[in-house]
Structure formats: structure tokens, C-alpha cells
């Protein structure tokens, strides 16, 4: 069978046309694909070139036409290459491809205008064909490595085989022998090949869009299920007709517990995640109803029975024909729970701003208008809060008040450096005007915020204090009346003092006198006992009252000085043994090792503390032990004082240290009753020292503990000078060696006068006495008396103008003699002490004074010595013995100074024996620091013994 070419020119026309259809369509379909436009132009082209060469084979058409055809294919596939490189996603110039073009067009005119050579217009296109086809396949080769590369292998093949045909034909045009003539061969093969290669580069096209769909449907539907697995809410795709879950992702299995083969074909009835069947019914007839659901709140139950309430949201889809349902459960657990949280602190914030007295306000700074007031407003200005809010701030305060707090606000806005919001807080006491025209005194707190918009607001707190400030006004007026009160109490206490000290003085003065009598017989001394006895007592009250008073007034001072402690326990053994042995009690004076020798303290005060404990010890104690122990505790000294007594009840302990309290046994025993001050002033005086002091007891019948706490405070440098100790002396009088001095008293008080003069005389002294100012001075100057007994608190004696007088008149007339001033007065409540010293006095004594007293300030200031009583056994054995043992007299001396409990004579007597018998003192020295006096009888008791054994032998 054969073929002619008209026949092969029409079937290649035809399947041209059909190929620039399909390719249309396809750019139809995919019209936001680039590329497949150019490439259904491109077959166009070639398509209507191809018609026009087979126009010219049938009639005779001008060469023009000829050209024309050649460039359209050419063309054709110019396009057709811009096309595939677009769709592959090149952005190449299209002006360039133009270019191109019209050079293609050109030459084919060219040629046919300048002597129609037809083997130049055949070489051409051959040239152009297989030029293009081979750009298309070189960019075809670069897309060998994408998922379509099958197709494009198959594309790029078609095209190569193309280039070699069109390489070939355009050579074997060259090789012919009529070269001029097509030979029928060449031009069958050429439609045959035309059609194949345009039939199958078509298909190709096709087929690489379809496969790029294909590759992008799977790649959508990967990213789909990338988002469904990793979307952290609960996913779940379920069919409607039934409710079983048909894919789930993990968001589903973290919130139900449930693993997603344990939830797949299964429904939510069945899994039991609906905590209200309601719920779920509700559910299903929106989604049959309206095909959807939207934030559908419910309680979901998760395998292990605990609830989350979640949001669910659902859409019916239709899979194959039958409705199903995707799903997004959302677990809003947590923000319920800080909803209810907002909702109860927002309840809490308006229970507070409601019902407070307070009022809370916010203040524009801006704008200068108030932006929020709570409900209070009305109760401290009179208006609402919506009338507050309208008010200025100028119409709502004082013009002062409004001034104080616009200057204020002022300073903080344009001359604070810093963030305001860091800025302290800023508190004011303001005067409001209320809304009937009275004044309502406030206090403000004020700070600055920022709201929700970021805006800078004063955040306020205003409090009525009206009340508050006429309660300060009472209070002042009460302190003063109370400070007047206080002047008047201490004048009236300083006047009763005075009163009450100078007969007191006078009785027990001339009753310590009669006492050195020794005429008296047995009976007379005995009514001097009673005597010195109860006005040692009525004194020992005066002096509780006025240190109470001191107390009160501030007056007492802490001086810390050397104390040693077991020197002062030794004195307070000493001073209460006659007492204990009176009583038949037994007493125990303790001090633990590790306690300091020196301490730094009070010793006046600390003596006095104990002594008062000690007294109350004795005098509740019938039978049993008295305890008097130091101890150390870490940075401590306690002192305790400790009894087997009456012991306190526990409900009267708390109020044991309050003045004037006096418990049931003191009440009830009328011999044991005192003032009811001595713990009171104990527990103050503790705390002047920096102390404190406790008391603990069982109940009644128990005994009673009291401890006198102090911080241990030792010397830095060691060793201290110790205060010196009175020693018990009796003073006969000046000794006959020693000159004659004068003492001049002046005292307008009779008794006290004749008291003073009477000692004196008694102790050798020449005496004076005046009784007025004049006289005084008279007398001082014609006299010059050594020693001046100047009372200061007579009327008709002003002792504190006399005594600058003299000192003022020695200053200024030097042959006059310097007499040393001693001032005396009953008032020791005042600052009569300190106003005597700086008036010119070298000492003050308090009325009434003691024997010692005088004796103490005459030898300090005049020098003068005494003939004096020596009291038995206060002088040392010449010698403490050899060797061989200690000497007798010695033994007798350390035994009755430690049954008198001497610690200072013991102190001697061990020193006298430290050189030659070491290791016996630091025996002896242990018992006398631990108070152990009885170790040190049995001691001396054996050495005495074994003395008697060898005397006998």
C-alpha cells in the first residue's frame, strides 16, 4: 500500500491541530500553572506553519508565504522551549525569546528575497528544529532527578531523536546530487517523523502535568497528615451513621489515655468519654441538623476517670458516599481553672473594694480627672461614685490640701528620674470636703500604675482619720496632764523624801551613837535593837519607792565596772548567814568553773537584785535549802537564786514583777508583808543592766526559781583594779599623831546638826556649827575649818550659793584655805547629787547617812587615820610551819574563816601558803571559788587531828 505526501501532509496537519487543542485545554485546566499557555502557543504556531507548507505543495503561493511558513515552525518551537522552561520555573527574559524570534523570521525572509534558494531554506529550518529540539532536551536533562523523572527521561528522548533526524536531513540535503529537488524519501520521513515526534512530545506534556498533580496530591496529602498528627488538640475523624472513630492522631490518645488502635472502631460511647449522655445527643443533632458544631463545651472523661472540660468542634464531611464527621476536641482545663481562679480573686478584689471603710481610687494624671472610685467614696465625701467621679479634684479637697497634692504630682511627673511605677510610696495626711461643706480629715497612699492600655495612673487609698486625729488631740492633752501629773508626783516624792529621811536621820543616828555606850544595860540595848530595826525597815521602804520613782523617771544609769563574781557571792554569804542560821535553813552558794573570774557590770545594781531575791528566799522559806548558784550559758551569766519555800502560785507568776503586787502568801503571812516593790524594782534594774529577769515555780508548796539572766561581758585587758570592799570596822578615834582638824557643820535643822557634831566630837575633831547662811560665811572665813558639812536643802541655808561663794572667793584670794565641802541632803530624788558637784561640793552623802560614811569620806579627802577595835582573829600567824606540816595557829585561822564564810580573809591565808605549798593552794583556791567551805573545814579538821595524834605520840 502506499502513501503520497499530500495524504501525510494532511494527517500531520490534523495531528497538529488536534495536539494544540489538547494543549489548549490542558492550559485551560491548570490555569495557575505557568507554562502550559506557551506551550499550546507554540504547537499553534508550529501547527499553522506546518498548514502553510502544505498549502504551498497544493497551489502556488507567493515565496514570502514560503518564508513565513518556515519561521511559524520555527517559531513554533521557540515558544514551545520558553514554554517548558517556565514550567520548570526558569523567570527568563521573554524579551530575549522575542529577539530570538524575530531573527528566525528574518533570515527565512531574507532568504526568500534574495534569490530563493530552496537547500538555504531547508539547511535553516533543519537547523532551527534541531537547534531548539536540543535546548529542550538539555533542559529536560536537568529535571532527571524529581519525582517525575520518568516522563521526563521520555520527553527528553523524543526530543533528542528530533535534533538527530533534523541534523540528518539538513546534512543529507547538503549530499544530494539534485540538491535543488526534495527527494520523495526525505519528505515521507519528515512528515513521519513530525508526526511522531509532535503526537509523542504532546502525550509527554500531558503526561509530565498529570504526574506533577499526581506528586502534589500525594505531597498535600503527607502535609495533611504531618498537621493531623502533629496538631495538639485531640483529631479525630468518626462516621456519622454510627460514631466510630475511624483515625485519630495523638493529640486524641494523650487526652483520653486511650491508644489509637484501643479507640479505632469504636465510638465514644463505648470508650465512655461523654460524662453527660446529654452532651452527646446534643452534639449528634447539630451535626445531622445544621452539619456542623461549634465550641460545644463539655466534660470529658479520660480512661483513668478523671474529667477535663474541653471544647469541641466538629464538620460533616461525605467520604465514599457516607457522612462522617471530623472533629477538634480542645482541653481548656487549665483555663477554667484560672478563669475561676480570675473569677474569684475578681470576687475577693470587690468584696474588699465594696465593704471597706477604706476608699480605692485611680486618678488620670493626664487628663487630671479621677477614673475610679469604690463604693466607700460615699460614706467619707457624701457622694456617689458617679458624682465622685465628676468632681475636681480642686472641688473636692481643701485649697491647701489641693495644693499640696498638685505639687506633689508636679514633682513626681516632671522632676522624678527614674520609672514612676518603682517609685516609693507616697502617704499625706489631706483635708477633704465632704458634700454638706464640713471638712473630713484623711490620710492618702498613693502610687503610681499602669492600666491595661499601658496608660500612667495614681493608684489611691484615702482613710478617714477624723476620729484618729481628735483621739491624738486627747492624747496630747492626756500626756500632758499625765506629764504634769508626773512633775507633780516626783516633787510630791522628793518632798515626802526629804520630810521623811531628816527625822529619820536624826532617830537612827543618835540610836547607832547610844549603841556605842557601853553603860547600857541589857534591856536598854535591846529597845536600840528595835529601834535601829525599824528604821533600817521604814528606810529600806523610802529608798524601794524612791527607786521605783527613779525607775520611772529614767533616771537610773548603767555604769559596767569590774565585777568579781565570786567575791560578791562570798559577800552575800557573809551578809545573810546569820539570817539562815536564825532560820535553821541550809545554804548552798555554788559557782561553775567555766564562769570568769572579772566579769564587766553593775555591782551596785547586781548586789541589790540578789539581795532582794535572797530576802524574799529567807523570808518564804520555814525548812529546807537556799540556793544561791551562777552558772554559764553560752554568751550568759545567770544568776540563780532558788528555794524549797512557799513557792507561787502559776497564776499569780505573771504579774509577780508589777509594783505593788503581793501574792497570796505575802497577803496572807501579815510578819513576811512588805511594800510589795522589791521584784519589781529587781526585774527593772535587770533591765537596765542590759538583763532580764525570770521566775519559775510548780505551785504552792514547790518552791520557787529565779534566774538573773546577763550578757557576759569580760575585761579586754587583764588585770583590772577591783573596787575596794568594806570591811566591817569600828572606829574609836583620830589617832594622837595626828593634827588637829576643824570641821565646820552647818545645818538648820537641830537634830540633824547635834547628830553630826556629837560623831564628829566622839572621833576627836574640833567643831563648829552654824545654823544660817551668814554665819556660814562668817565663820568659814574667820575660822578656816578644814572639812565643811554643808546641808543643801534648807531655806535659811542656801548650801549650793555658798558653796560657789567659797570656792569662787579661794579662787580669787589665794591666802585663804580651800576647805573640802561635803553636801548633805534627804533629797535624793531630784538632781541634787549632780547640781551639788558642779555647785563646787567635792562630795554628796544621802541622809540619813551611816558611821562608816563619814569615816570613809574624811579619810579619803583629809587622810587622817584611826585608832580602831581589832576584831578577833583578823591577824595572820607569824608563820604557815615547816615542811613537815602547817602551823597551828594557821589552821585555826582558815578553819573559823571558813565557818564564818570569810572569803576575803580566806583569800589571804591561801596566798600565805602558795610559794611553799603549791599544789595545797590550787586545792584550797578550787573549794573557796566553788564556795565550799565545808571541804575546807573537813580539810583543816584532819590536819588539826593529825597534829593532836602526834603530840601525843
Given at each position: 500500500m502506499t502513501v503520497d505526501l499530500l495524504t501525510l501532509s494532511i494527517a500531520l496537519n490534523l495531528a497538529n491541530v488536534l495536539q494544540c487543542m489538547a494543549l489548549v485545554g490542558l492550559a485551560v485546566a491548570?490555569?495557575?500553572?505557568?507554562?502550559?499557555?506557551?506551550?499550546?502557543?507554540?504547537?499553534?504556531?508550529?501547527?499553522?506553519g506546518l498548514i502553510l507548507t502544505t498549502m504551498r505543495d497544493v497551489i502556488s503561493l507567493p515565496l514570502w508565504l514560503h518564508a513565513i511558513s518556515n519561521a511559524m515552525v520555527g517559531n513554533g518551537m521557540l515558544i514551545l522551549y520558553y514554554g517548558i522552561r517556565r514550567f520548570f520555573g526558569d523567570n527568563d527574559d521573554p524579551r530575549r525569546f522575542i529577539v530570538i524570534g524575530l531573527l528566525i523570521f528574518i533570515a527565512n525572509i531574507v532568504l526568500a528575497f534574495t534569490g530563493d534558494v530552496p537547500p538555504l531554506r531547508r539547511i535553516l529550518f533543519s537547523v532551527v528544529v534541531s537547534v531548539l529540539s536540543i535546548l529542550i532536551a538539555v533542559r529536560l536533562h536537568h529535571e532527571l532527578h524529581t519525582d517525575y523523572r520518568l516522563t521526563v527521561l521520555f520527553l527528553l528522548i523524543v526530543f533528542v531523536a528530533n535534533t538527530i533526524f533534523f541534523v540528518i536531513r539538513g546534512i543529507a540535503t547538503m549530499t544530494e546530487a539534485n540538491w535543488l529537488i526534495v527527494s520523495a524519501p526525505w519528505q515521507t520521513a519528515t512528515y513521519l517523523t513530525a508526526i511522531a515526534t509532535t503526537t509523542l512530545w504532546t502525550f509527554g506534556l500531558i503526561l509530565l502535568v498529570n504526574q506533577e498533580l499526581i506528586v502534589k496530591q500525594?505531597?498535600?496529602?503527607?502535609?495533611?497528615?504531618?498537621?493531623?498528627?502533629?496538631?495538639?488538640?485531640?483529631?479525630?475523624?468518626?462516621?456519622?451513621?454510627?460514631?466510630?472513630?475511624?483515625?485519630?492522631?495523638?493529640?486524641?490518645?494523650?487526652?483520653?489515655?486511650?491508644?489509637?488502635?484501643?479507640?479505632l472502631g469504636k465510638d465514644g460511647l463505648k470508650l465512655n468519654i461523654w460524662r453527660s449522655p446529654e452532651d452527646r445527643q446534643r452534639w449528634a443533632e447539630l451535626m445531622w441538623r445544621e452539619g456542623s458544631c461549634s465550641g460545644l463545651e463539655f466534660e470529658f472523661r479520660r480512661r483513668d476517670g478523671t474529667f477535663r472540660t474541653c471544647l469541641l468542634s466538629s464538620r460533616k464531611v461525605m467520604i465514599a458516599g457516607v457522612p462522617h464527621a471530623i472533629s477538634i476536641v480542645h482541653d481548656i482545663t487549665e483555663r477554667k481553672q484560672i478563669e475561676e481562679a480570675l473569677r474569684r480573686s475578681d470576687a475577693r478584689y470587690r468584696l474588699i473594694a465594696e465593704n471597706t471603710s477604706d476608699v480605692i481610687w485611680l486618678f488620670d494624671p493626664v487628663q487630671e480627672r479621677f477614673t475610679f472610685f469604690s463604693p466607700s467614696v460615699q460614706k467619707l465625701t457624701g457622694y456617689s461614685v458617679t458624682e465622685a467621679m465628676a468632681v475636681s479634684i480642686t472641688d473636692l479637697l481643701t485649697p491647701s490640701s489641693?495644693?499640696?497634692?498638685?505639687?506633689?504630682?508636679?514633682?513626681?511627673?516632671?522632676?522624678?528620674?527614674?520609672?514612676?511605677?518603682?517609685?516609693?510610696?507616697?502617704?499625706?495626711?489631706?483635708?477633704?470636703?465632704?458634700?454638706d461643706g464640713h471638712e473630713v480629715q484623711a490620710e492618702i497612699v498613693t502610687t503610681f500604675v499602669r492600666d491595661e492600655d499601658n496608660r500612667l495612673m495614681v493608684l489611691g487609698v484615702a482613710r478617714d482619720i477624723t476620729a484618729r486625729k481628735q483621739a491624738e488631740i486627747e492624747l496630747r492633752l492626756a500626756r500632758q496632764q499625765a506629764e504634769a501629773a508626773n512633775r507633780a508626783k516626783s516633787a510630791f516624792l522628793a518632798n515626802v523624801s526629804h520630810e521623811l529621811r531628816t527625822p529619820l536621820h536624826a532617830v537612827l543616828g543618835f540610836a547607832h551613837l547610844l549603841s556605842n555606850?557601853?553603860?547600857?544595860?541589857?534591856?536598854?540595848?535591846?529597845?536600840?535593837?528595835?529601834?535601829?530595826?525599824?528604821?533600817?525597815?521604814?528606810?529600806?521602804?523610802?529608798?524601794?519607792?524612791?527607786?521605783?520613782?527613779?525607775?520611772?523617771?529614767?533616771?537610773?544609769?548603767?555604769?559596767?565596772?569590774?565585777?568579781?563574781?565570786?567575791?560578791?557571792?562570798?559577800?552575800?554569804?557573809?551578809?545573810?548567814?546569820?539570817?539562815?542560821?536564825?532560820?535553821?535553813?541550809?545554804?548552798?552558794?555554788?559557782c561553775a568553773e567555766e564562769v570568769p573570774r572579772i566579769i564587766l557590770n553593775d555591782e551596785a545594781k547586781i548586789r541589790q537584785i540578789l539581795i532582794n531575791l535572797l530576802e524574799n528566799a529567807i523570808k518564804f522559806t520555814e525548812v529546807g535549802v537556799v540556793k544561791l548558784q551562777v552558772e554559764r550559758s553560752q554568751q550568759q551569766i545567770l544568776f540563780i537564786v532558788e528555794d524549797t519555800g512557799a513557792g507561787i502560785p502559776p497564776l499569780e507568776q505573771p504579774y509577780l514583777f508589777r509594783p505593788f503586787f503581793q501574792g497570796y502568801q505575802a497577803v496572807s503571812n501579815s510578819s513576811n508583808r512588805g511594800a510589795g516593790l522589791g521584784l519589781s524594782i529587781s526585774y527593772e534594774l535587770a533591765r537596765v543592766i542590759g538583763g532580764n529577769l525570770s521566775v519559775y515555780s510548780a505551785g504552792e508548796g514547790c518552791g520557787a526559781r529565779f534566774t538573773l539572766t546577763l550578757p557576759l561581758r569580760t575585761p579586754i585587758t587583764t588585770p583590772l583594779s577591783l573596787p575596794a570592799q568594806h570591811e566591817s570596822r569600828r572606829v574609836i578615834r583620830v589617832r594622837a599623831d595626828q593634827p588637829v582638824y576643824r570641821m565646820l557643820v552647818a545645818d538648820d535643822i537641830p537634830a540633824s546638826a547635834l547628830l553630826l557634831v556629837t560623831l564628829l566630837h566622839r572621833l576627836g575633831f574640833v567643831v563648829q556649827s552654824v545654823a544660817d547662811e551668814q554665819t556660814l560665811l562668817t565663820m568659814w572665813r574667820s575660822w578656816q575649818p578644814h572639812m565643811i558639812w554643808l546641808d543643801v536643802d534648807r531655806t535659811r541655808i542656801n548650801g549650793l550659793a555658798v558653796a560657789q561663794q567659797i570656792r569662787t572667793a579661794c579662787h580669787n584670794e589665794p591666802g585663804l584655805m580651800r576647805p573640802v565641802m561635803?553636801?548633805?541632803?534627804?533629797?535624793?530624788?531630784?538632781?541634787?547629787?549632780?547640781?551639788?558637784?558642779?555647785?563646787?561640793c567635792d562630795e554628796f552623802i544621802a541622809k540619813p547617812f551611816r558611821e562608816y560614811d563619814v569615816i570613809r569620806i574624811i579619810e579619803q579627802y583629809l587622810h587622817v587615820q584611826f585608832d580602831e577595835v581589832v576584831p578577833q582573829m583578823t591577824t595572820l600567824p607569824n608563820g604557815v610551819g615547816d615542811d613537815c606540816g602547817y602551823d597551828r595557829e594557821w589552821c585555826l585561822a582558815v578553819r573559823q574563816a571558813a565557818v564564818e564564810a570569810h572569803f576575803s580573809r580566806l583569800q589571804q591565808l591561801i596566798t600565805d601558803i602558795e610559794s611553799a605549798r603549791p599544789d595545797d593552794a590550787r586545792r584550797l583556791w578550787h573549794w573557796l571559788e566553788t564556795f565550799n567551805y565545808q571541804a575546807l573545814i573537813e580539810w583543816v579538821d584532819a590536819i588539826l587531828a593529825s597534829q593532836a595524834r602526834d603530840s601525843r605520840v
Open positions: 491548570n490555569r495557575e500553572r505557568v507554562g502550559l499557555r506557551w506551550w499550546a502557543a507554540g504547537m499553534g504556531s508550529l501547527a499553522l500525594r505531597e498535600a496529602a503527607q502535609q495533611l497528615e504531618l498537621i493531623f498528627a502533629a496538631q495538639p488538640d485531640a483529631v479525630l475523624l468518626s462516621r456519622l451513621t454510627d460514631g466510630a472513630f475511624m483515625k485519630v492522631n495523638q493529640g486524641f490518645t494523650e487526652i483520653s489515655g486511650y491508644s489509637a488502635e484501643e479507640a489641693a495644693q499640696q497634692v498638685l505639687s506633689a504630682l508636679h514633682y513626681m511627673l516632671h522632676e522624678w528620674q527614674g520609672e514612676l511605677t518603682t517609685a516609693p510610696p507616697w502617704v499625706a495626711e489631706i483635708e477633704l470636703i465632704h458634700r555606850d557601853g553603860e547600857l544595860t541589857a534591856t536598854q540595848r535591846e529597845y536600840l535593837d528595835i529601834i535601829n530595826r525599824n528604821g533600817e525597815h521604814l528606810l529600806h521602804l523610802i529608798n524601794e519607792v524612791l527607786d521605783l520613782a527613779k525607775i520611772e523617771a529614767g533616771r537610773y544609769t548603767f555604769t559596767p565596772a569590774p565585777v568579781d563574781a565570786r567575791r560578791l557571792l562570798a559577800d552575800l554569804q557573809s551578809l545573810f548567814w546569820p539570817r539562815i542560821e536564825a532560820k535553821q535553813l541550809q545554804f548552798i552558794v555554788t561635803i553636801a548633805l541632803s534627804a533629797n535624793v530624788l531630784s538632781d541634787t547629787p549632780t547640781t551639788a558637784i558642779e555647785s563646787g
